[in-house]
T-cell receptor, first 118, second 114 residues
Framework: AQKITQTQPGMFVQEKEAVTLDCTYDTSDPSYGLFWYKQPSSGEMIFLIYQGSYDQQNATEGRYSLNFQKARKSANLVISASQLGDSAMYFC???????????????FGQGTILTVHP | DSGVTQTPKHLITATGQRVTLRCSPR?????VYWYQQSLDQGLQFLIQYYNGEERAKGNILERFSAQQFPDLHSELNLSSLELGDSALYFC?????????????FGSGTQLSVL
């Protein structure tokens, strides 16, 4: 079974509108971390936001927020007030377990290409 | 800028050859993680080093090896290269602060095997 599933290969949004990128995960470990990364056409991987499995509140980082629904095992990324520069590939990723000193060992989804229209 | 430095940015080589990819983690980070991004496999974890020791292994081929040196920079060695090894190879280093975890990626090395 896929550990991280991103069901939207591509998404379109109008500039200044909000958009939600879906991510569901599968793990039996009670301790895990969820990440979102942005990969523009230039290729670099840019960290956006992190949510720990024990965090009571949804994570927020500027225009990014993570809609964490633990019972549904979903961790959707919400981008508010989309900008043209948000056009990129977005990856959801998971770290299983507390990680110890290997908390950077992540499993990635297949990604969603977001296109922001002016 | 993530603070993680990877060289070279691009590498073109032929099948059967051997190449070395280099990574310097962010200042103070002891861990280095190597990832491979290919069209068919997506982003996959290869291997992790922590303060000079191998700490975790993923889907790394036997033809590939890595090491981390005392100054904490790391090298990923790819040998007997095949066409299917063409991919974007990322190095990352990790930061944990009061439960907040971040993994910072370098800009990657694009390997083309011809």
């Amino acid at each position: 079974a896929q550990k991280i599933t991103q069901t939207q290969p591509g998404m379109f949004v109008q500039e200044k509108e909000a958009v939600t990128l879906d991510c569901t995960y599968d793990t039996s470990d009670p301790s895990y971390g969820l990440f979102w990364y942005k990969q523009p056409s230039s290729g670099e991987m840019i960290f956006l936001i992190y949510q720990g499995s024990y965090d009571q509140q949804n994570a927020t980082e500027g225009r990014y927020s993570l809609n964490f629904q633990k019972a549904r095992k979903s961790a959707n990324l919400v981008i508010s007030a989309s900008q043209l520069g948000d056009s990129a590939m977005y990856f959801c990723a998971m770290r299983e377990g507390s990680g110890g000193t290997s908390y950077g060992k992540l499993t990635f989804g297949q990604g969603t290409i977001l296109t922001v229209h002016p | 800028d993530s603070g993680v430095t990877q060289t070279p940015k691009h590498l073109i080589t032929a099948t059967g050859q051997r190449v070395t990819l280099r990574c310097s983690p962010r200042s103070g980070d002891l861990s280095v993680y190597w990832y491979q991004q290919s069209l068919d496999q997506g982003l996959q974890f290869l291997i992790q080093y922590y303060n000079g020791e191998e700490r975790a292994k993923g889907n790394i081929l036997e033809r590939f090896s890595a090491q981390q040196f005392p100054d904490l920079h790391s090298e990923l060695n790819l040998s007997s290269l095949e066409l299917g090894d063409s991919a974007l190879y990322f190095c990352a280093s990790s930061f944990r602060d009061r439960g907040d975890e971040k993994l910072f990626f370098g800009s990657g090395t694009q390997l083309s095997v011809l």
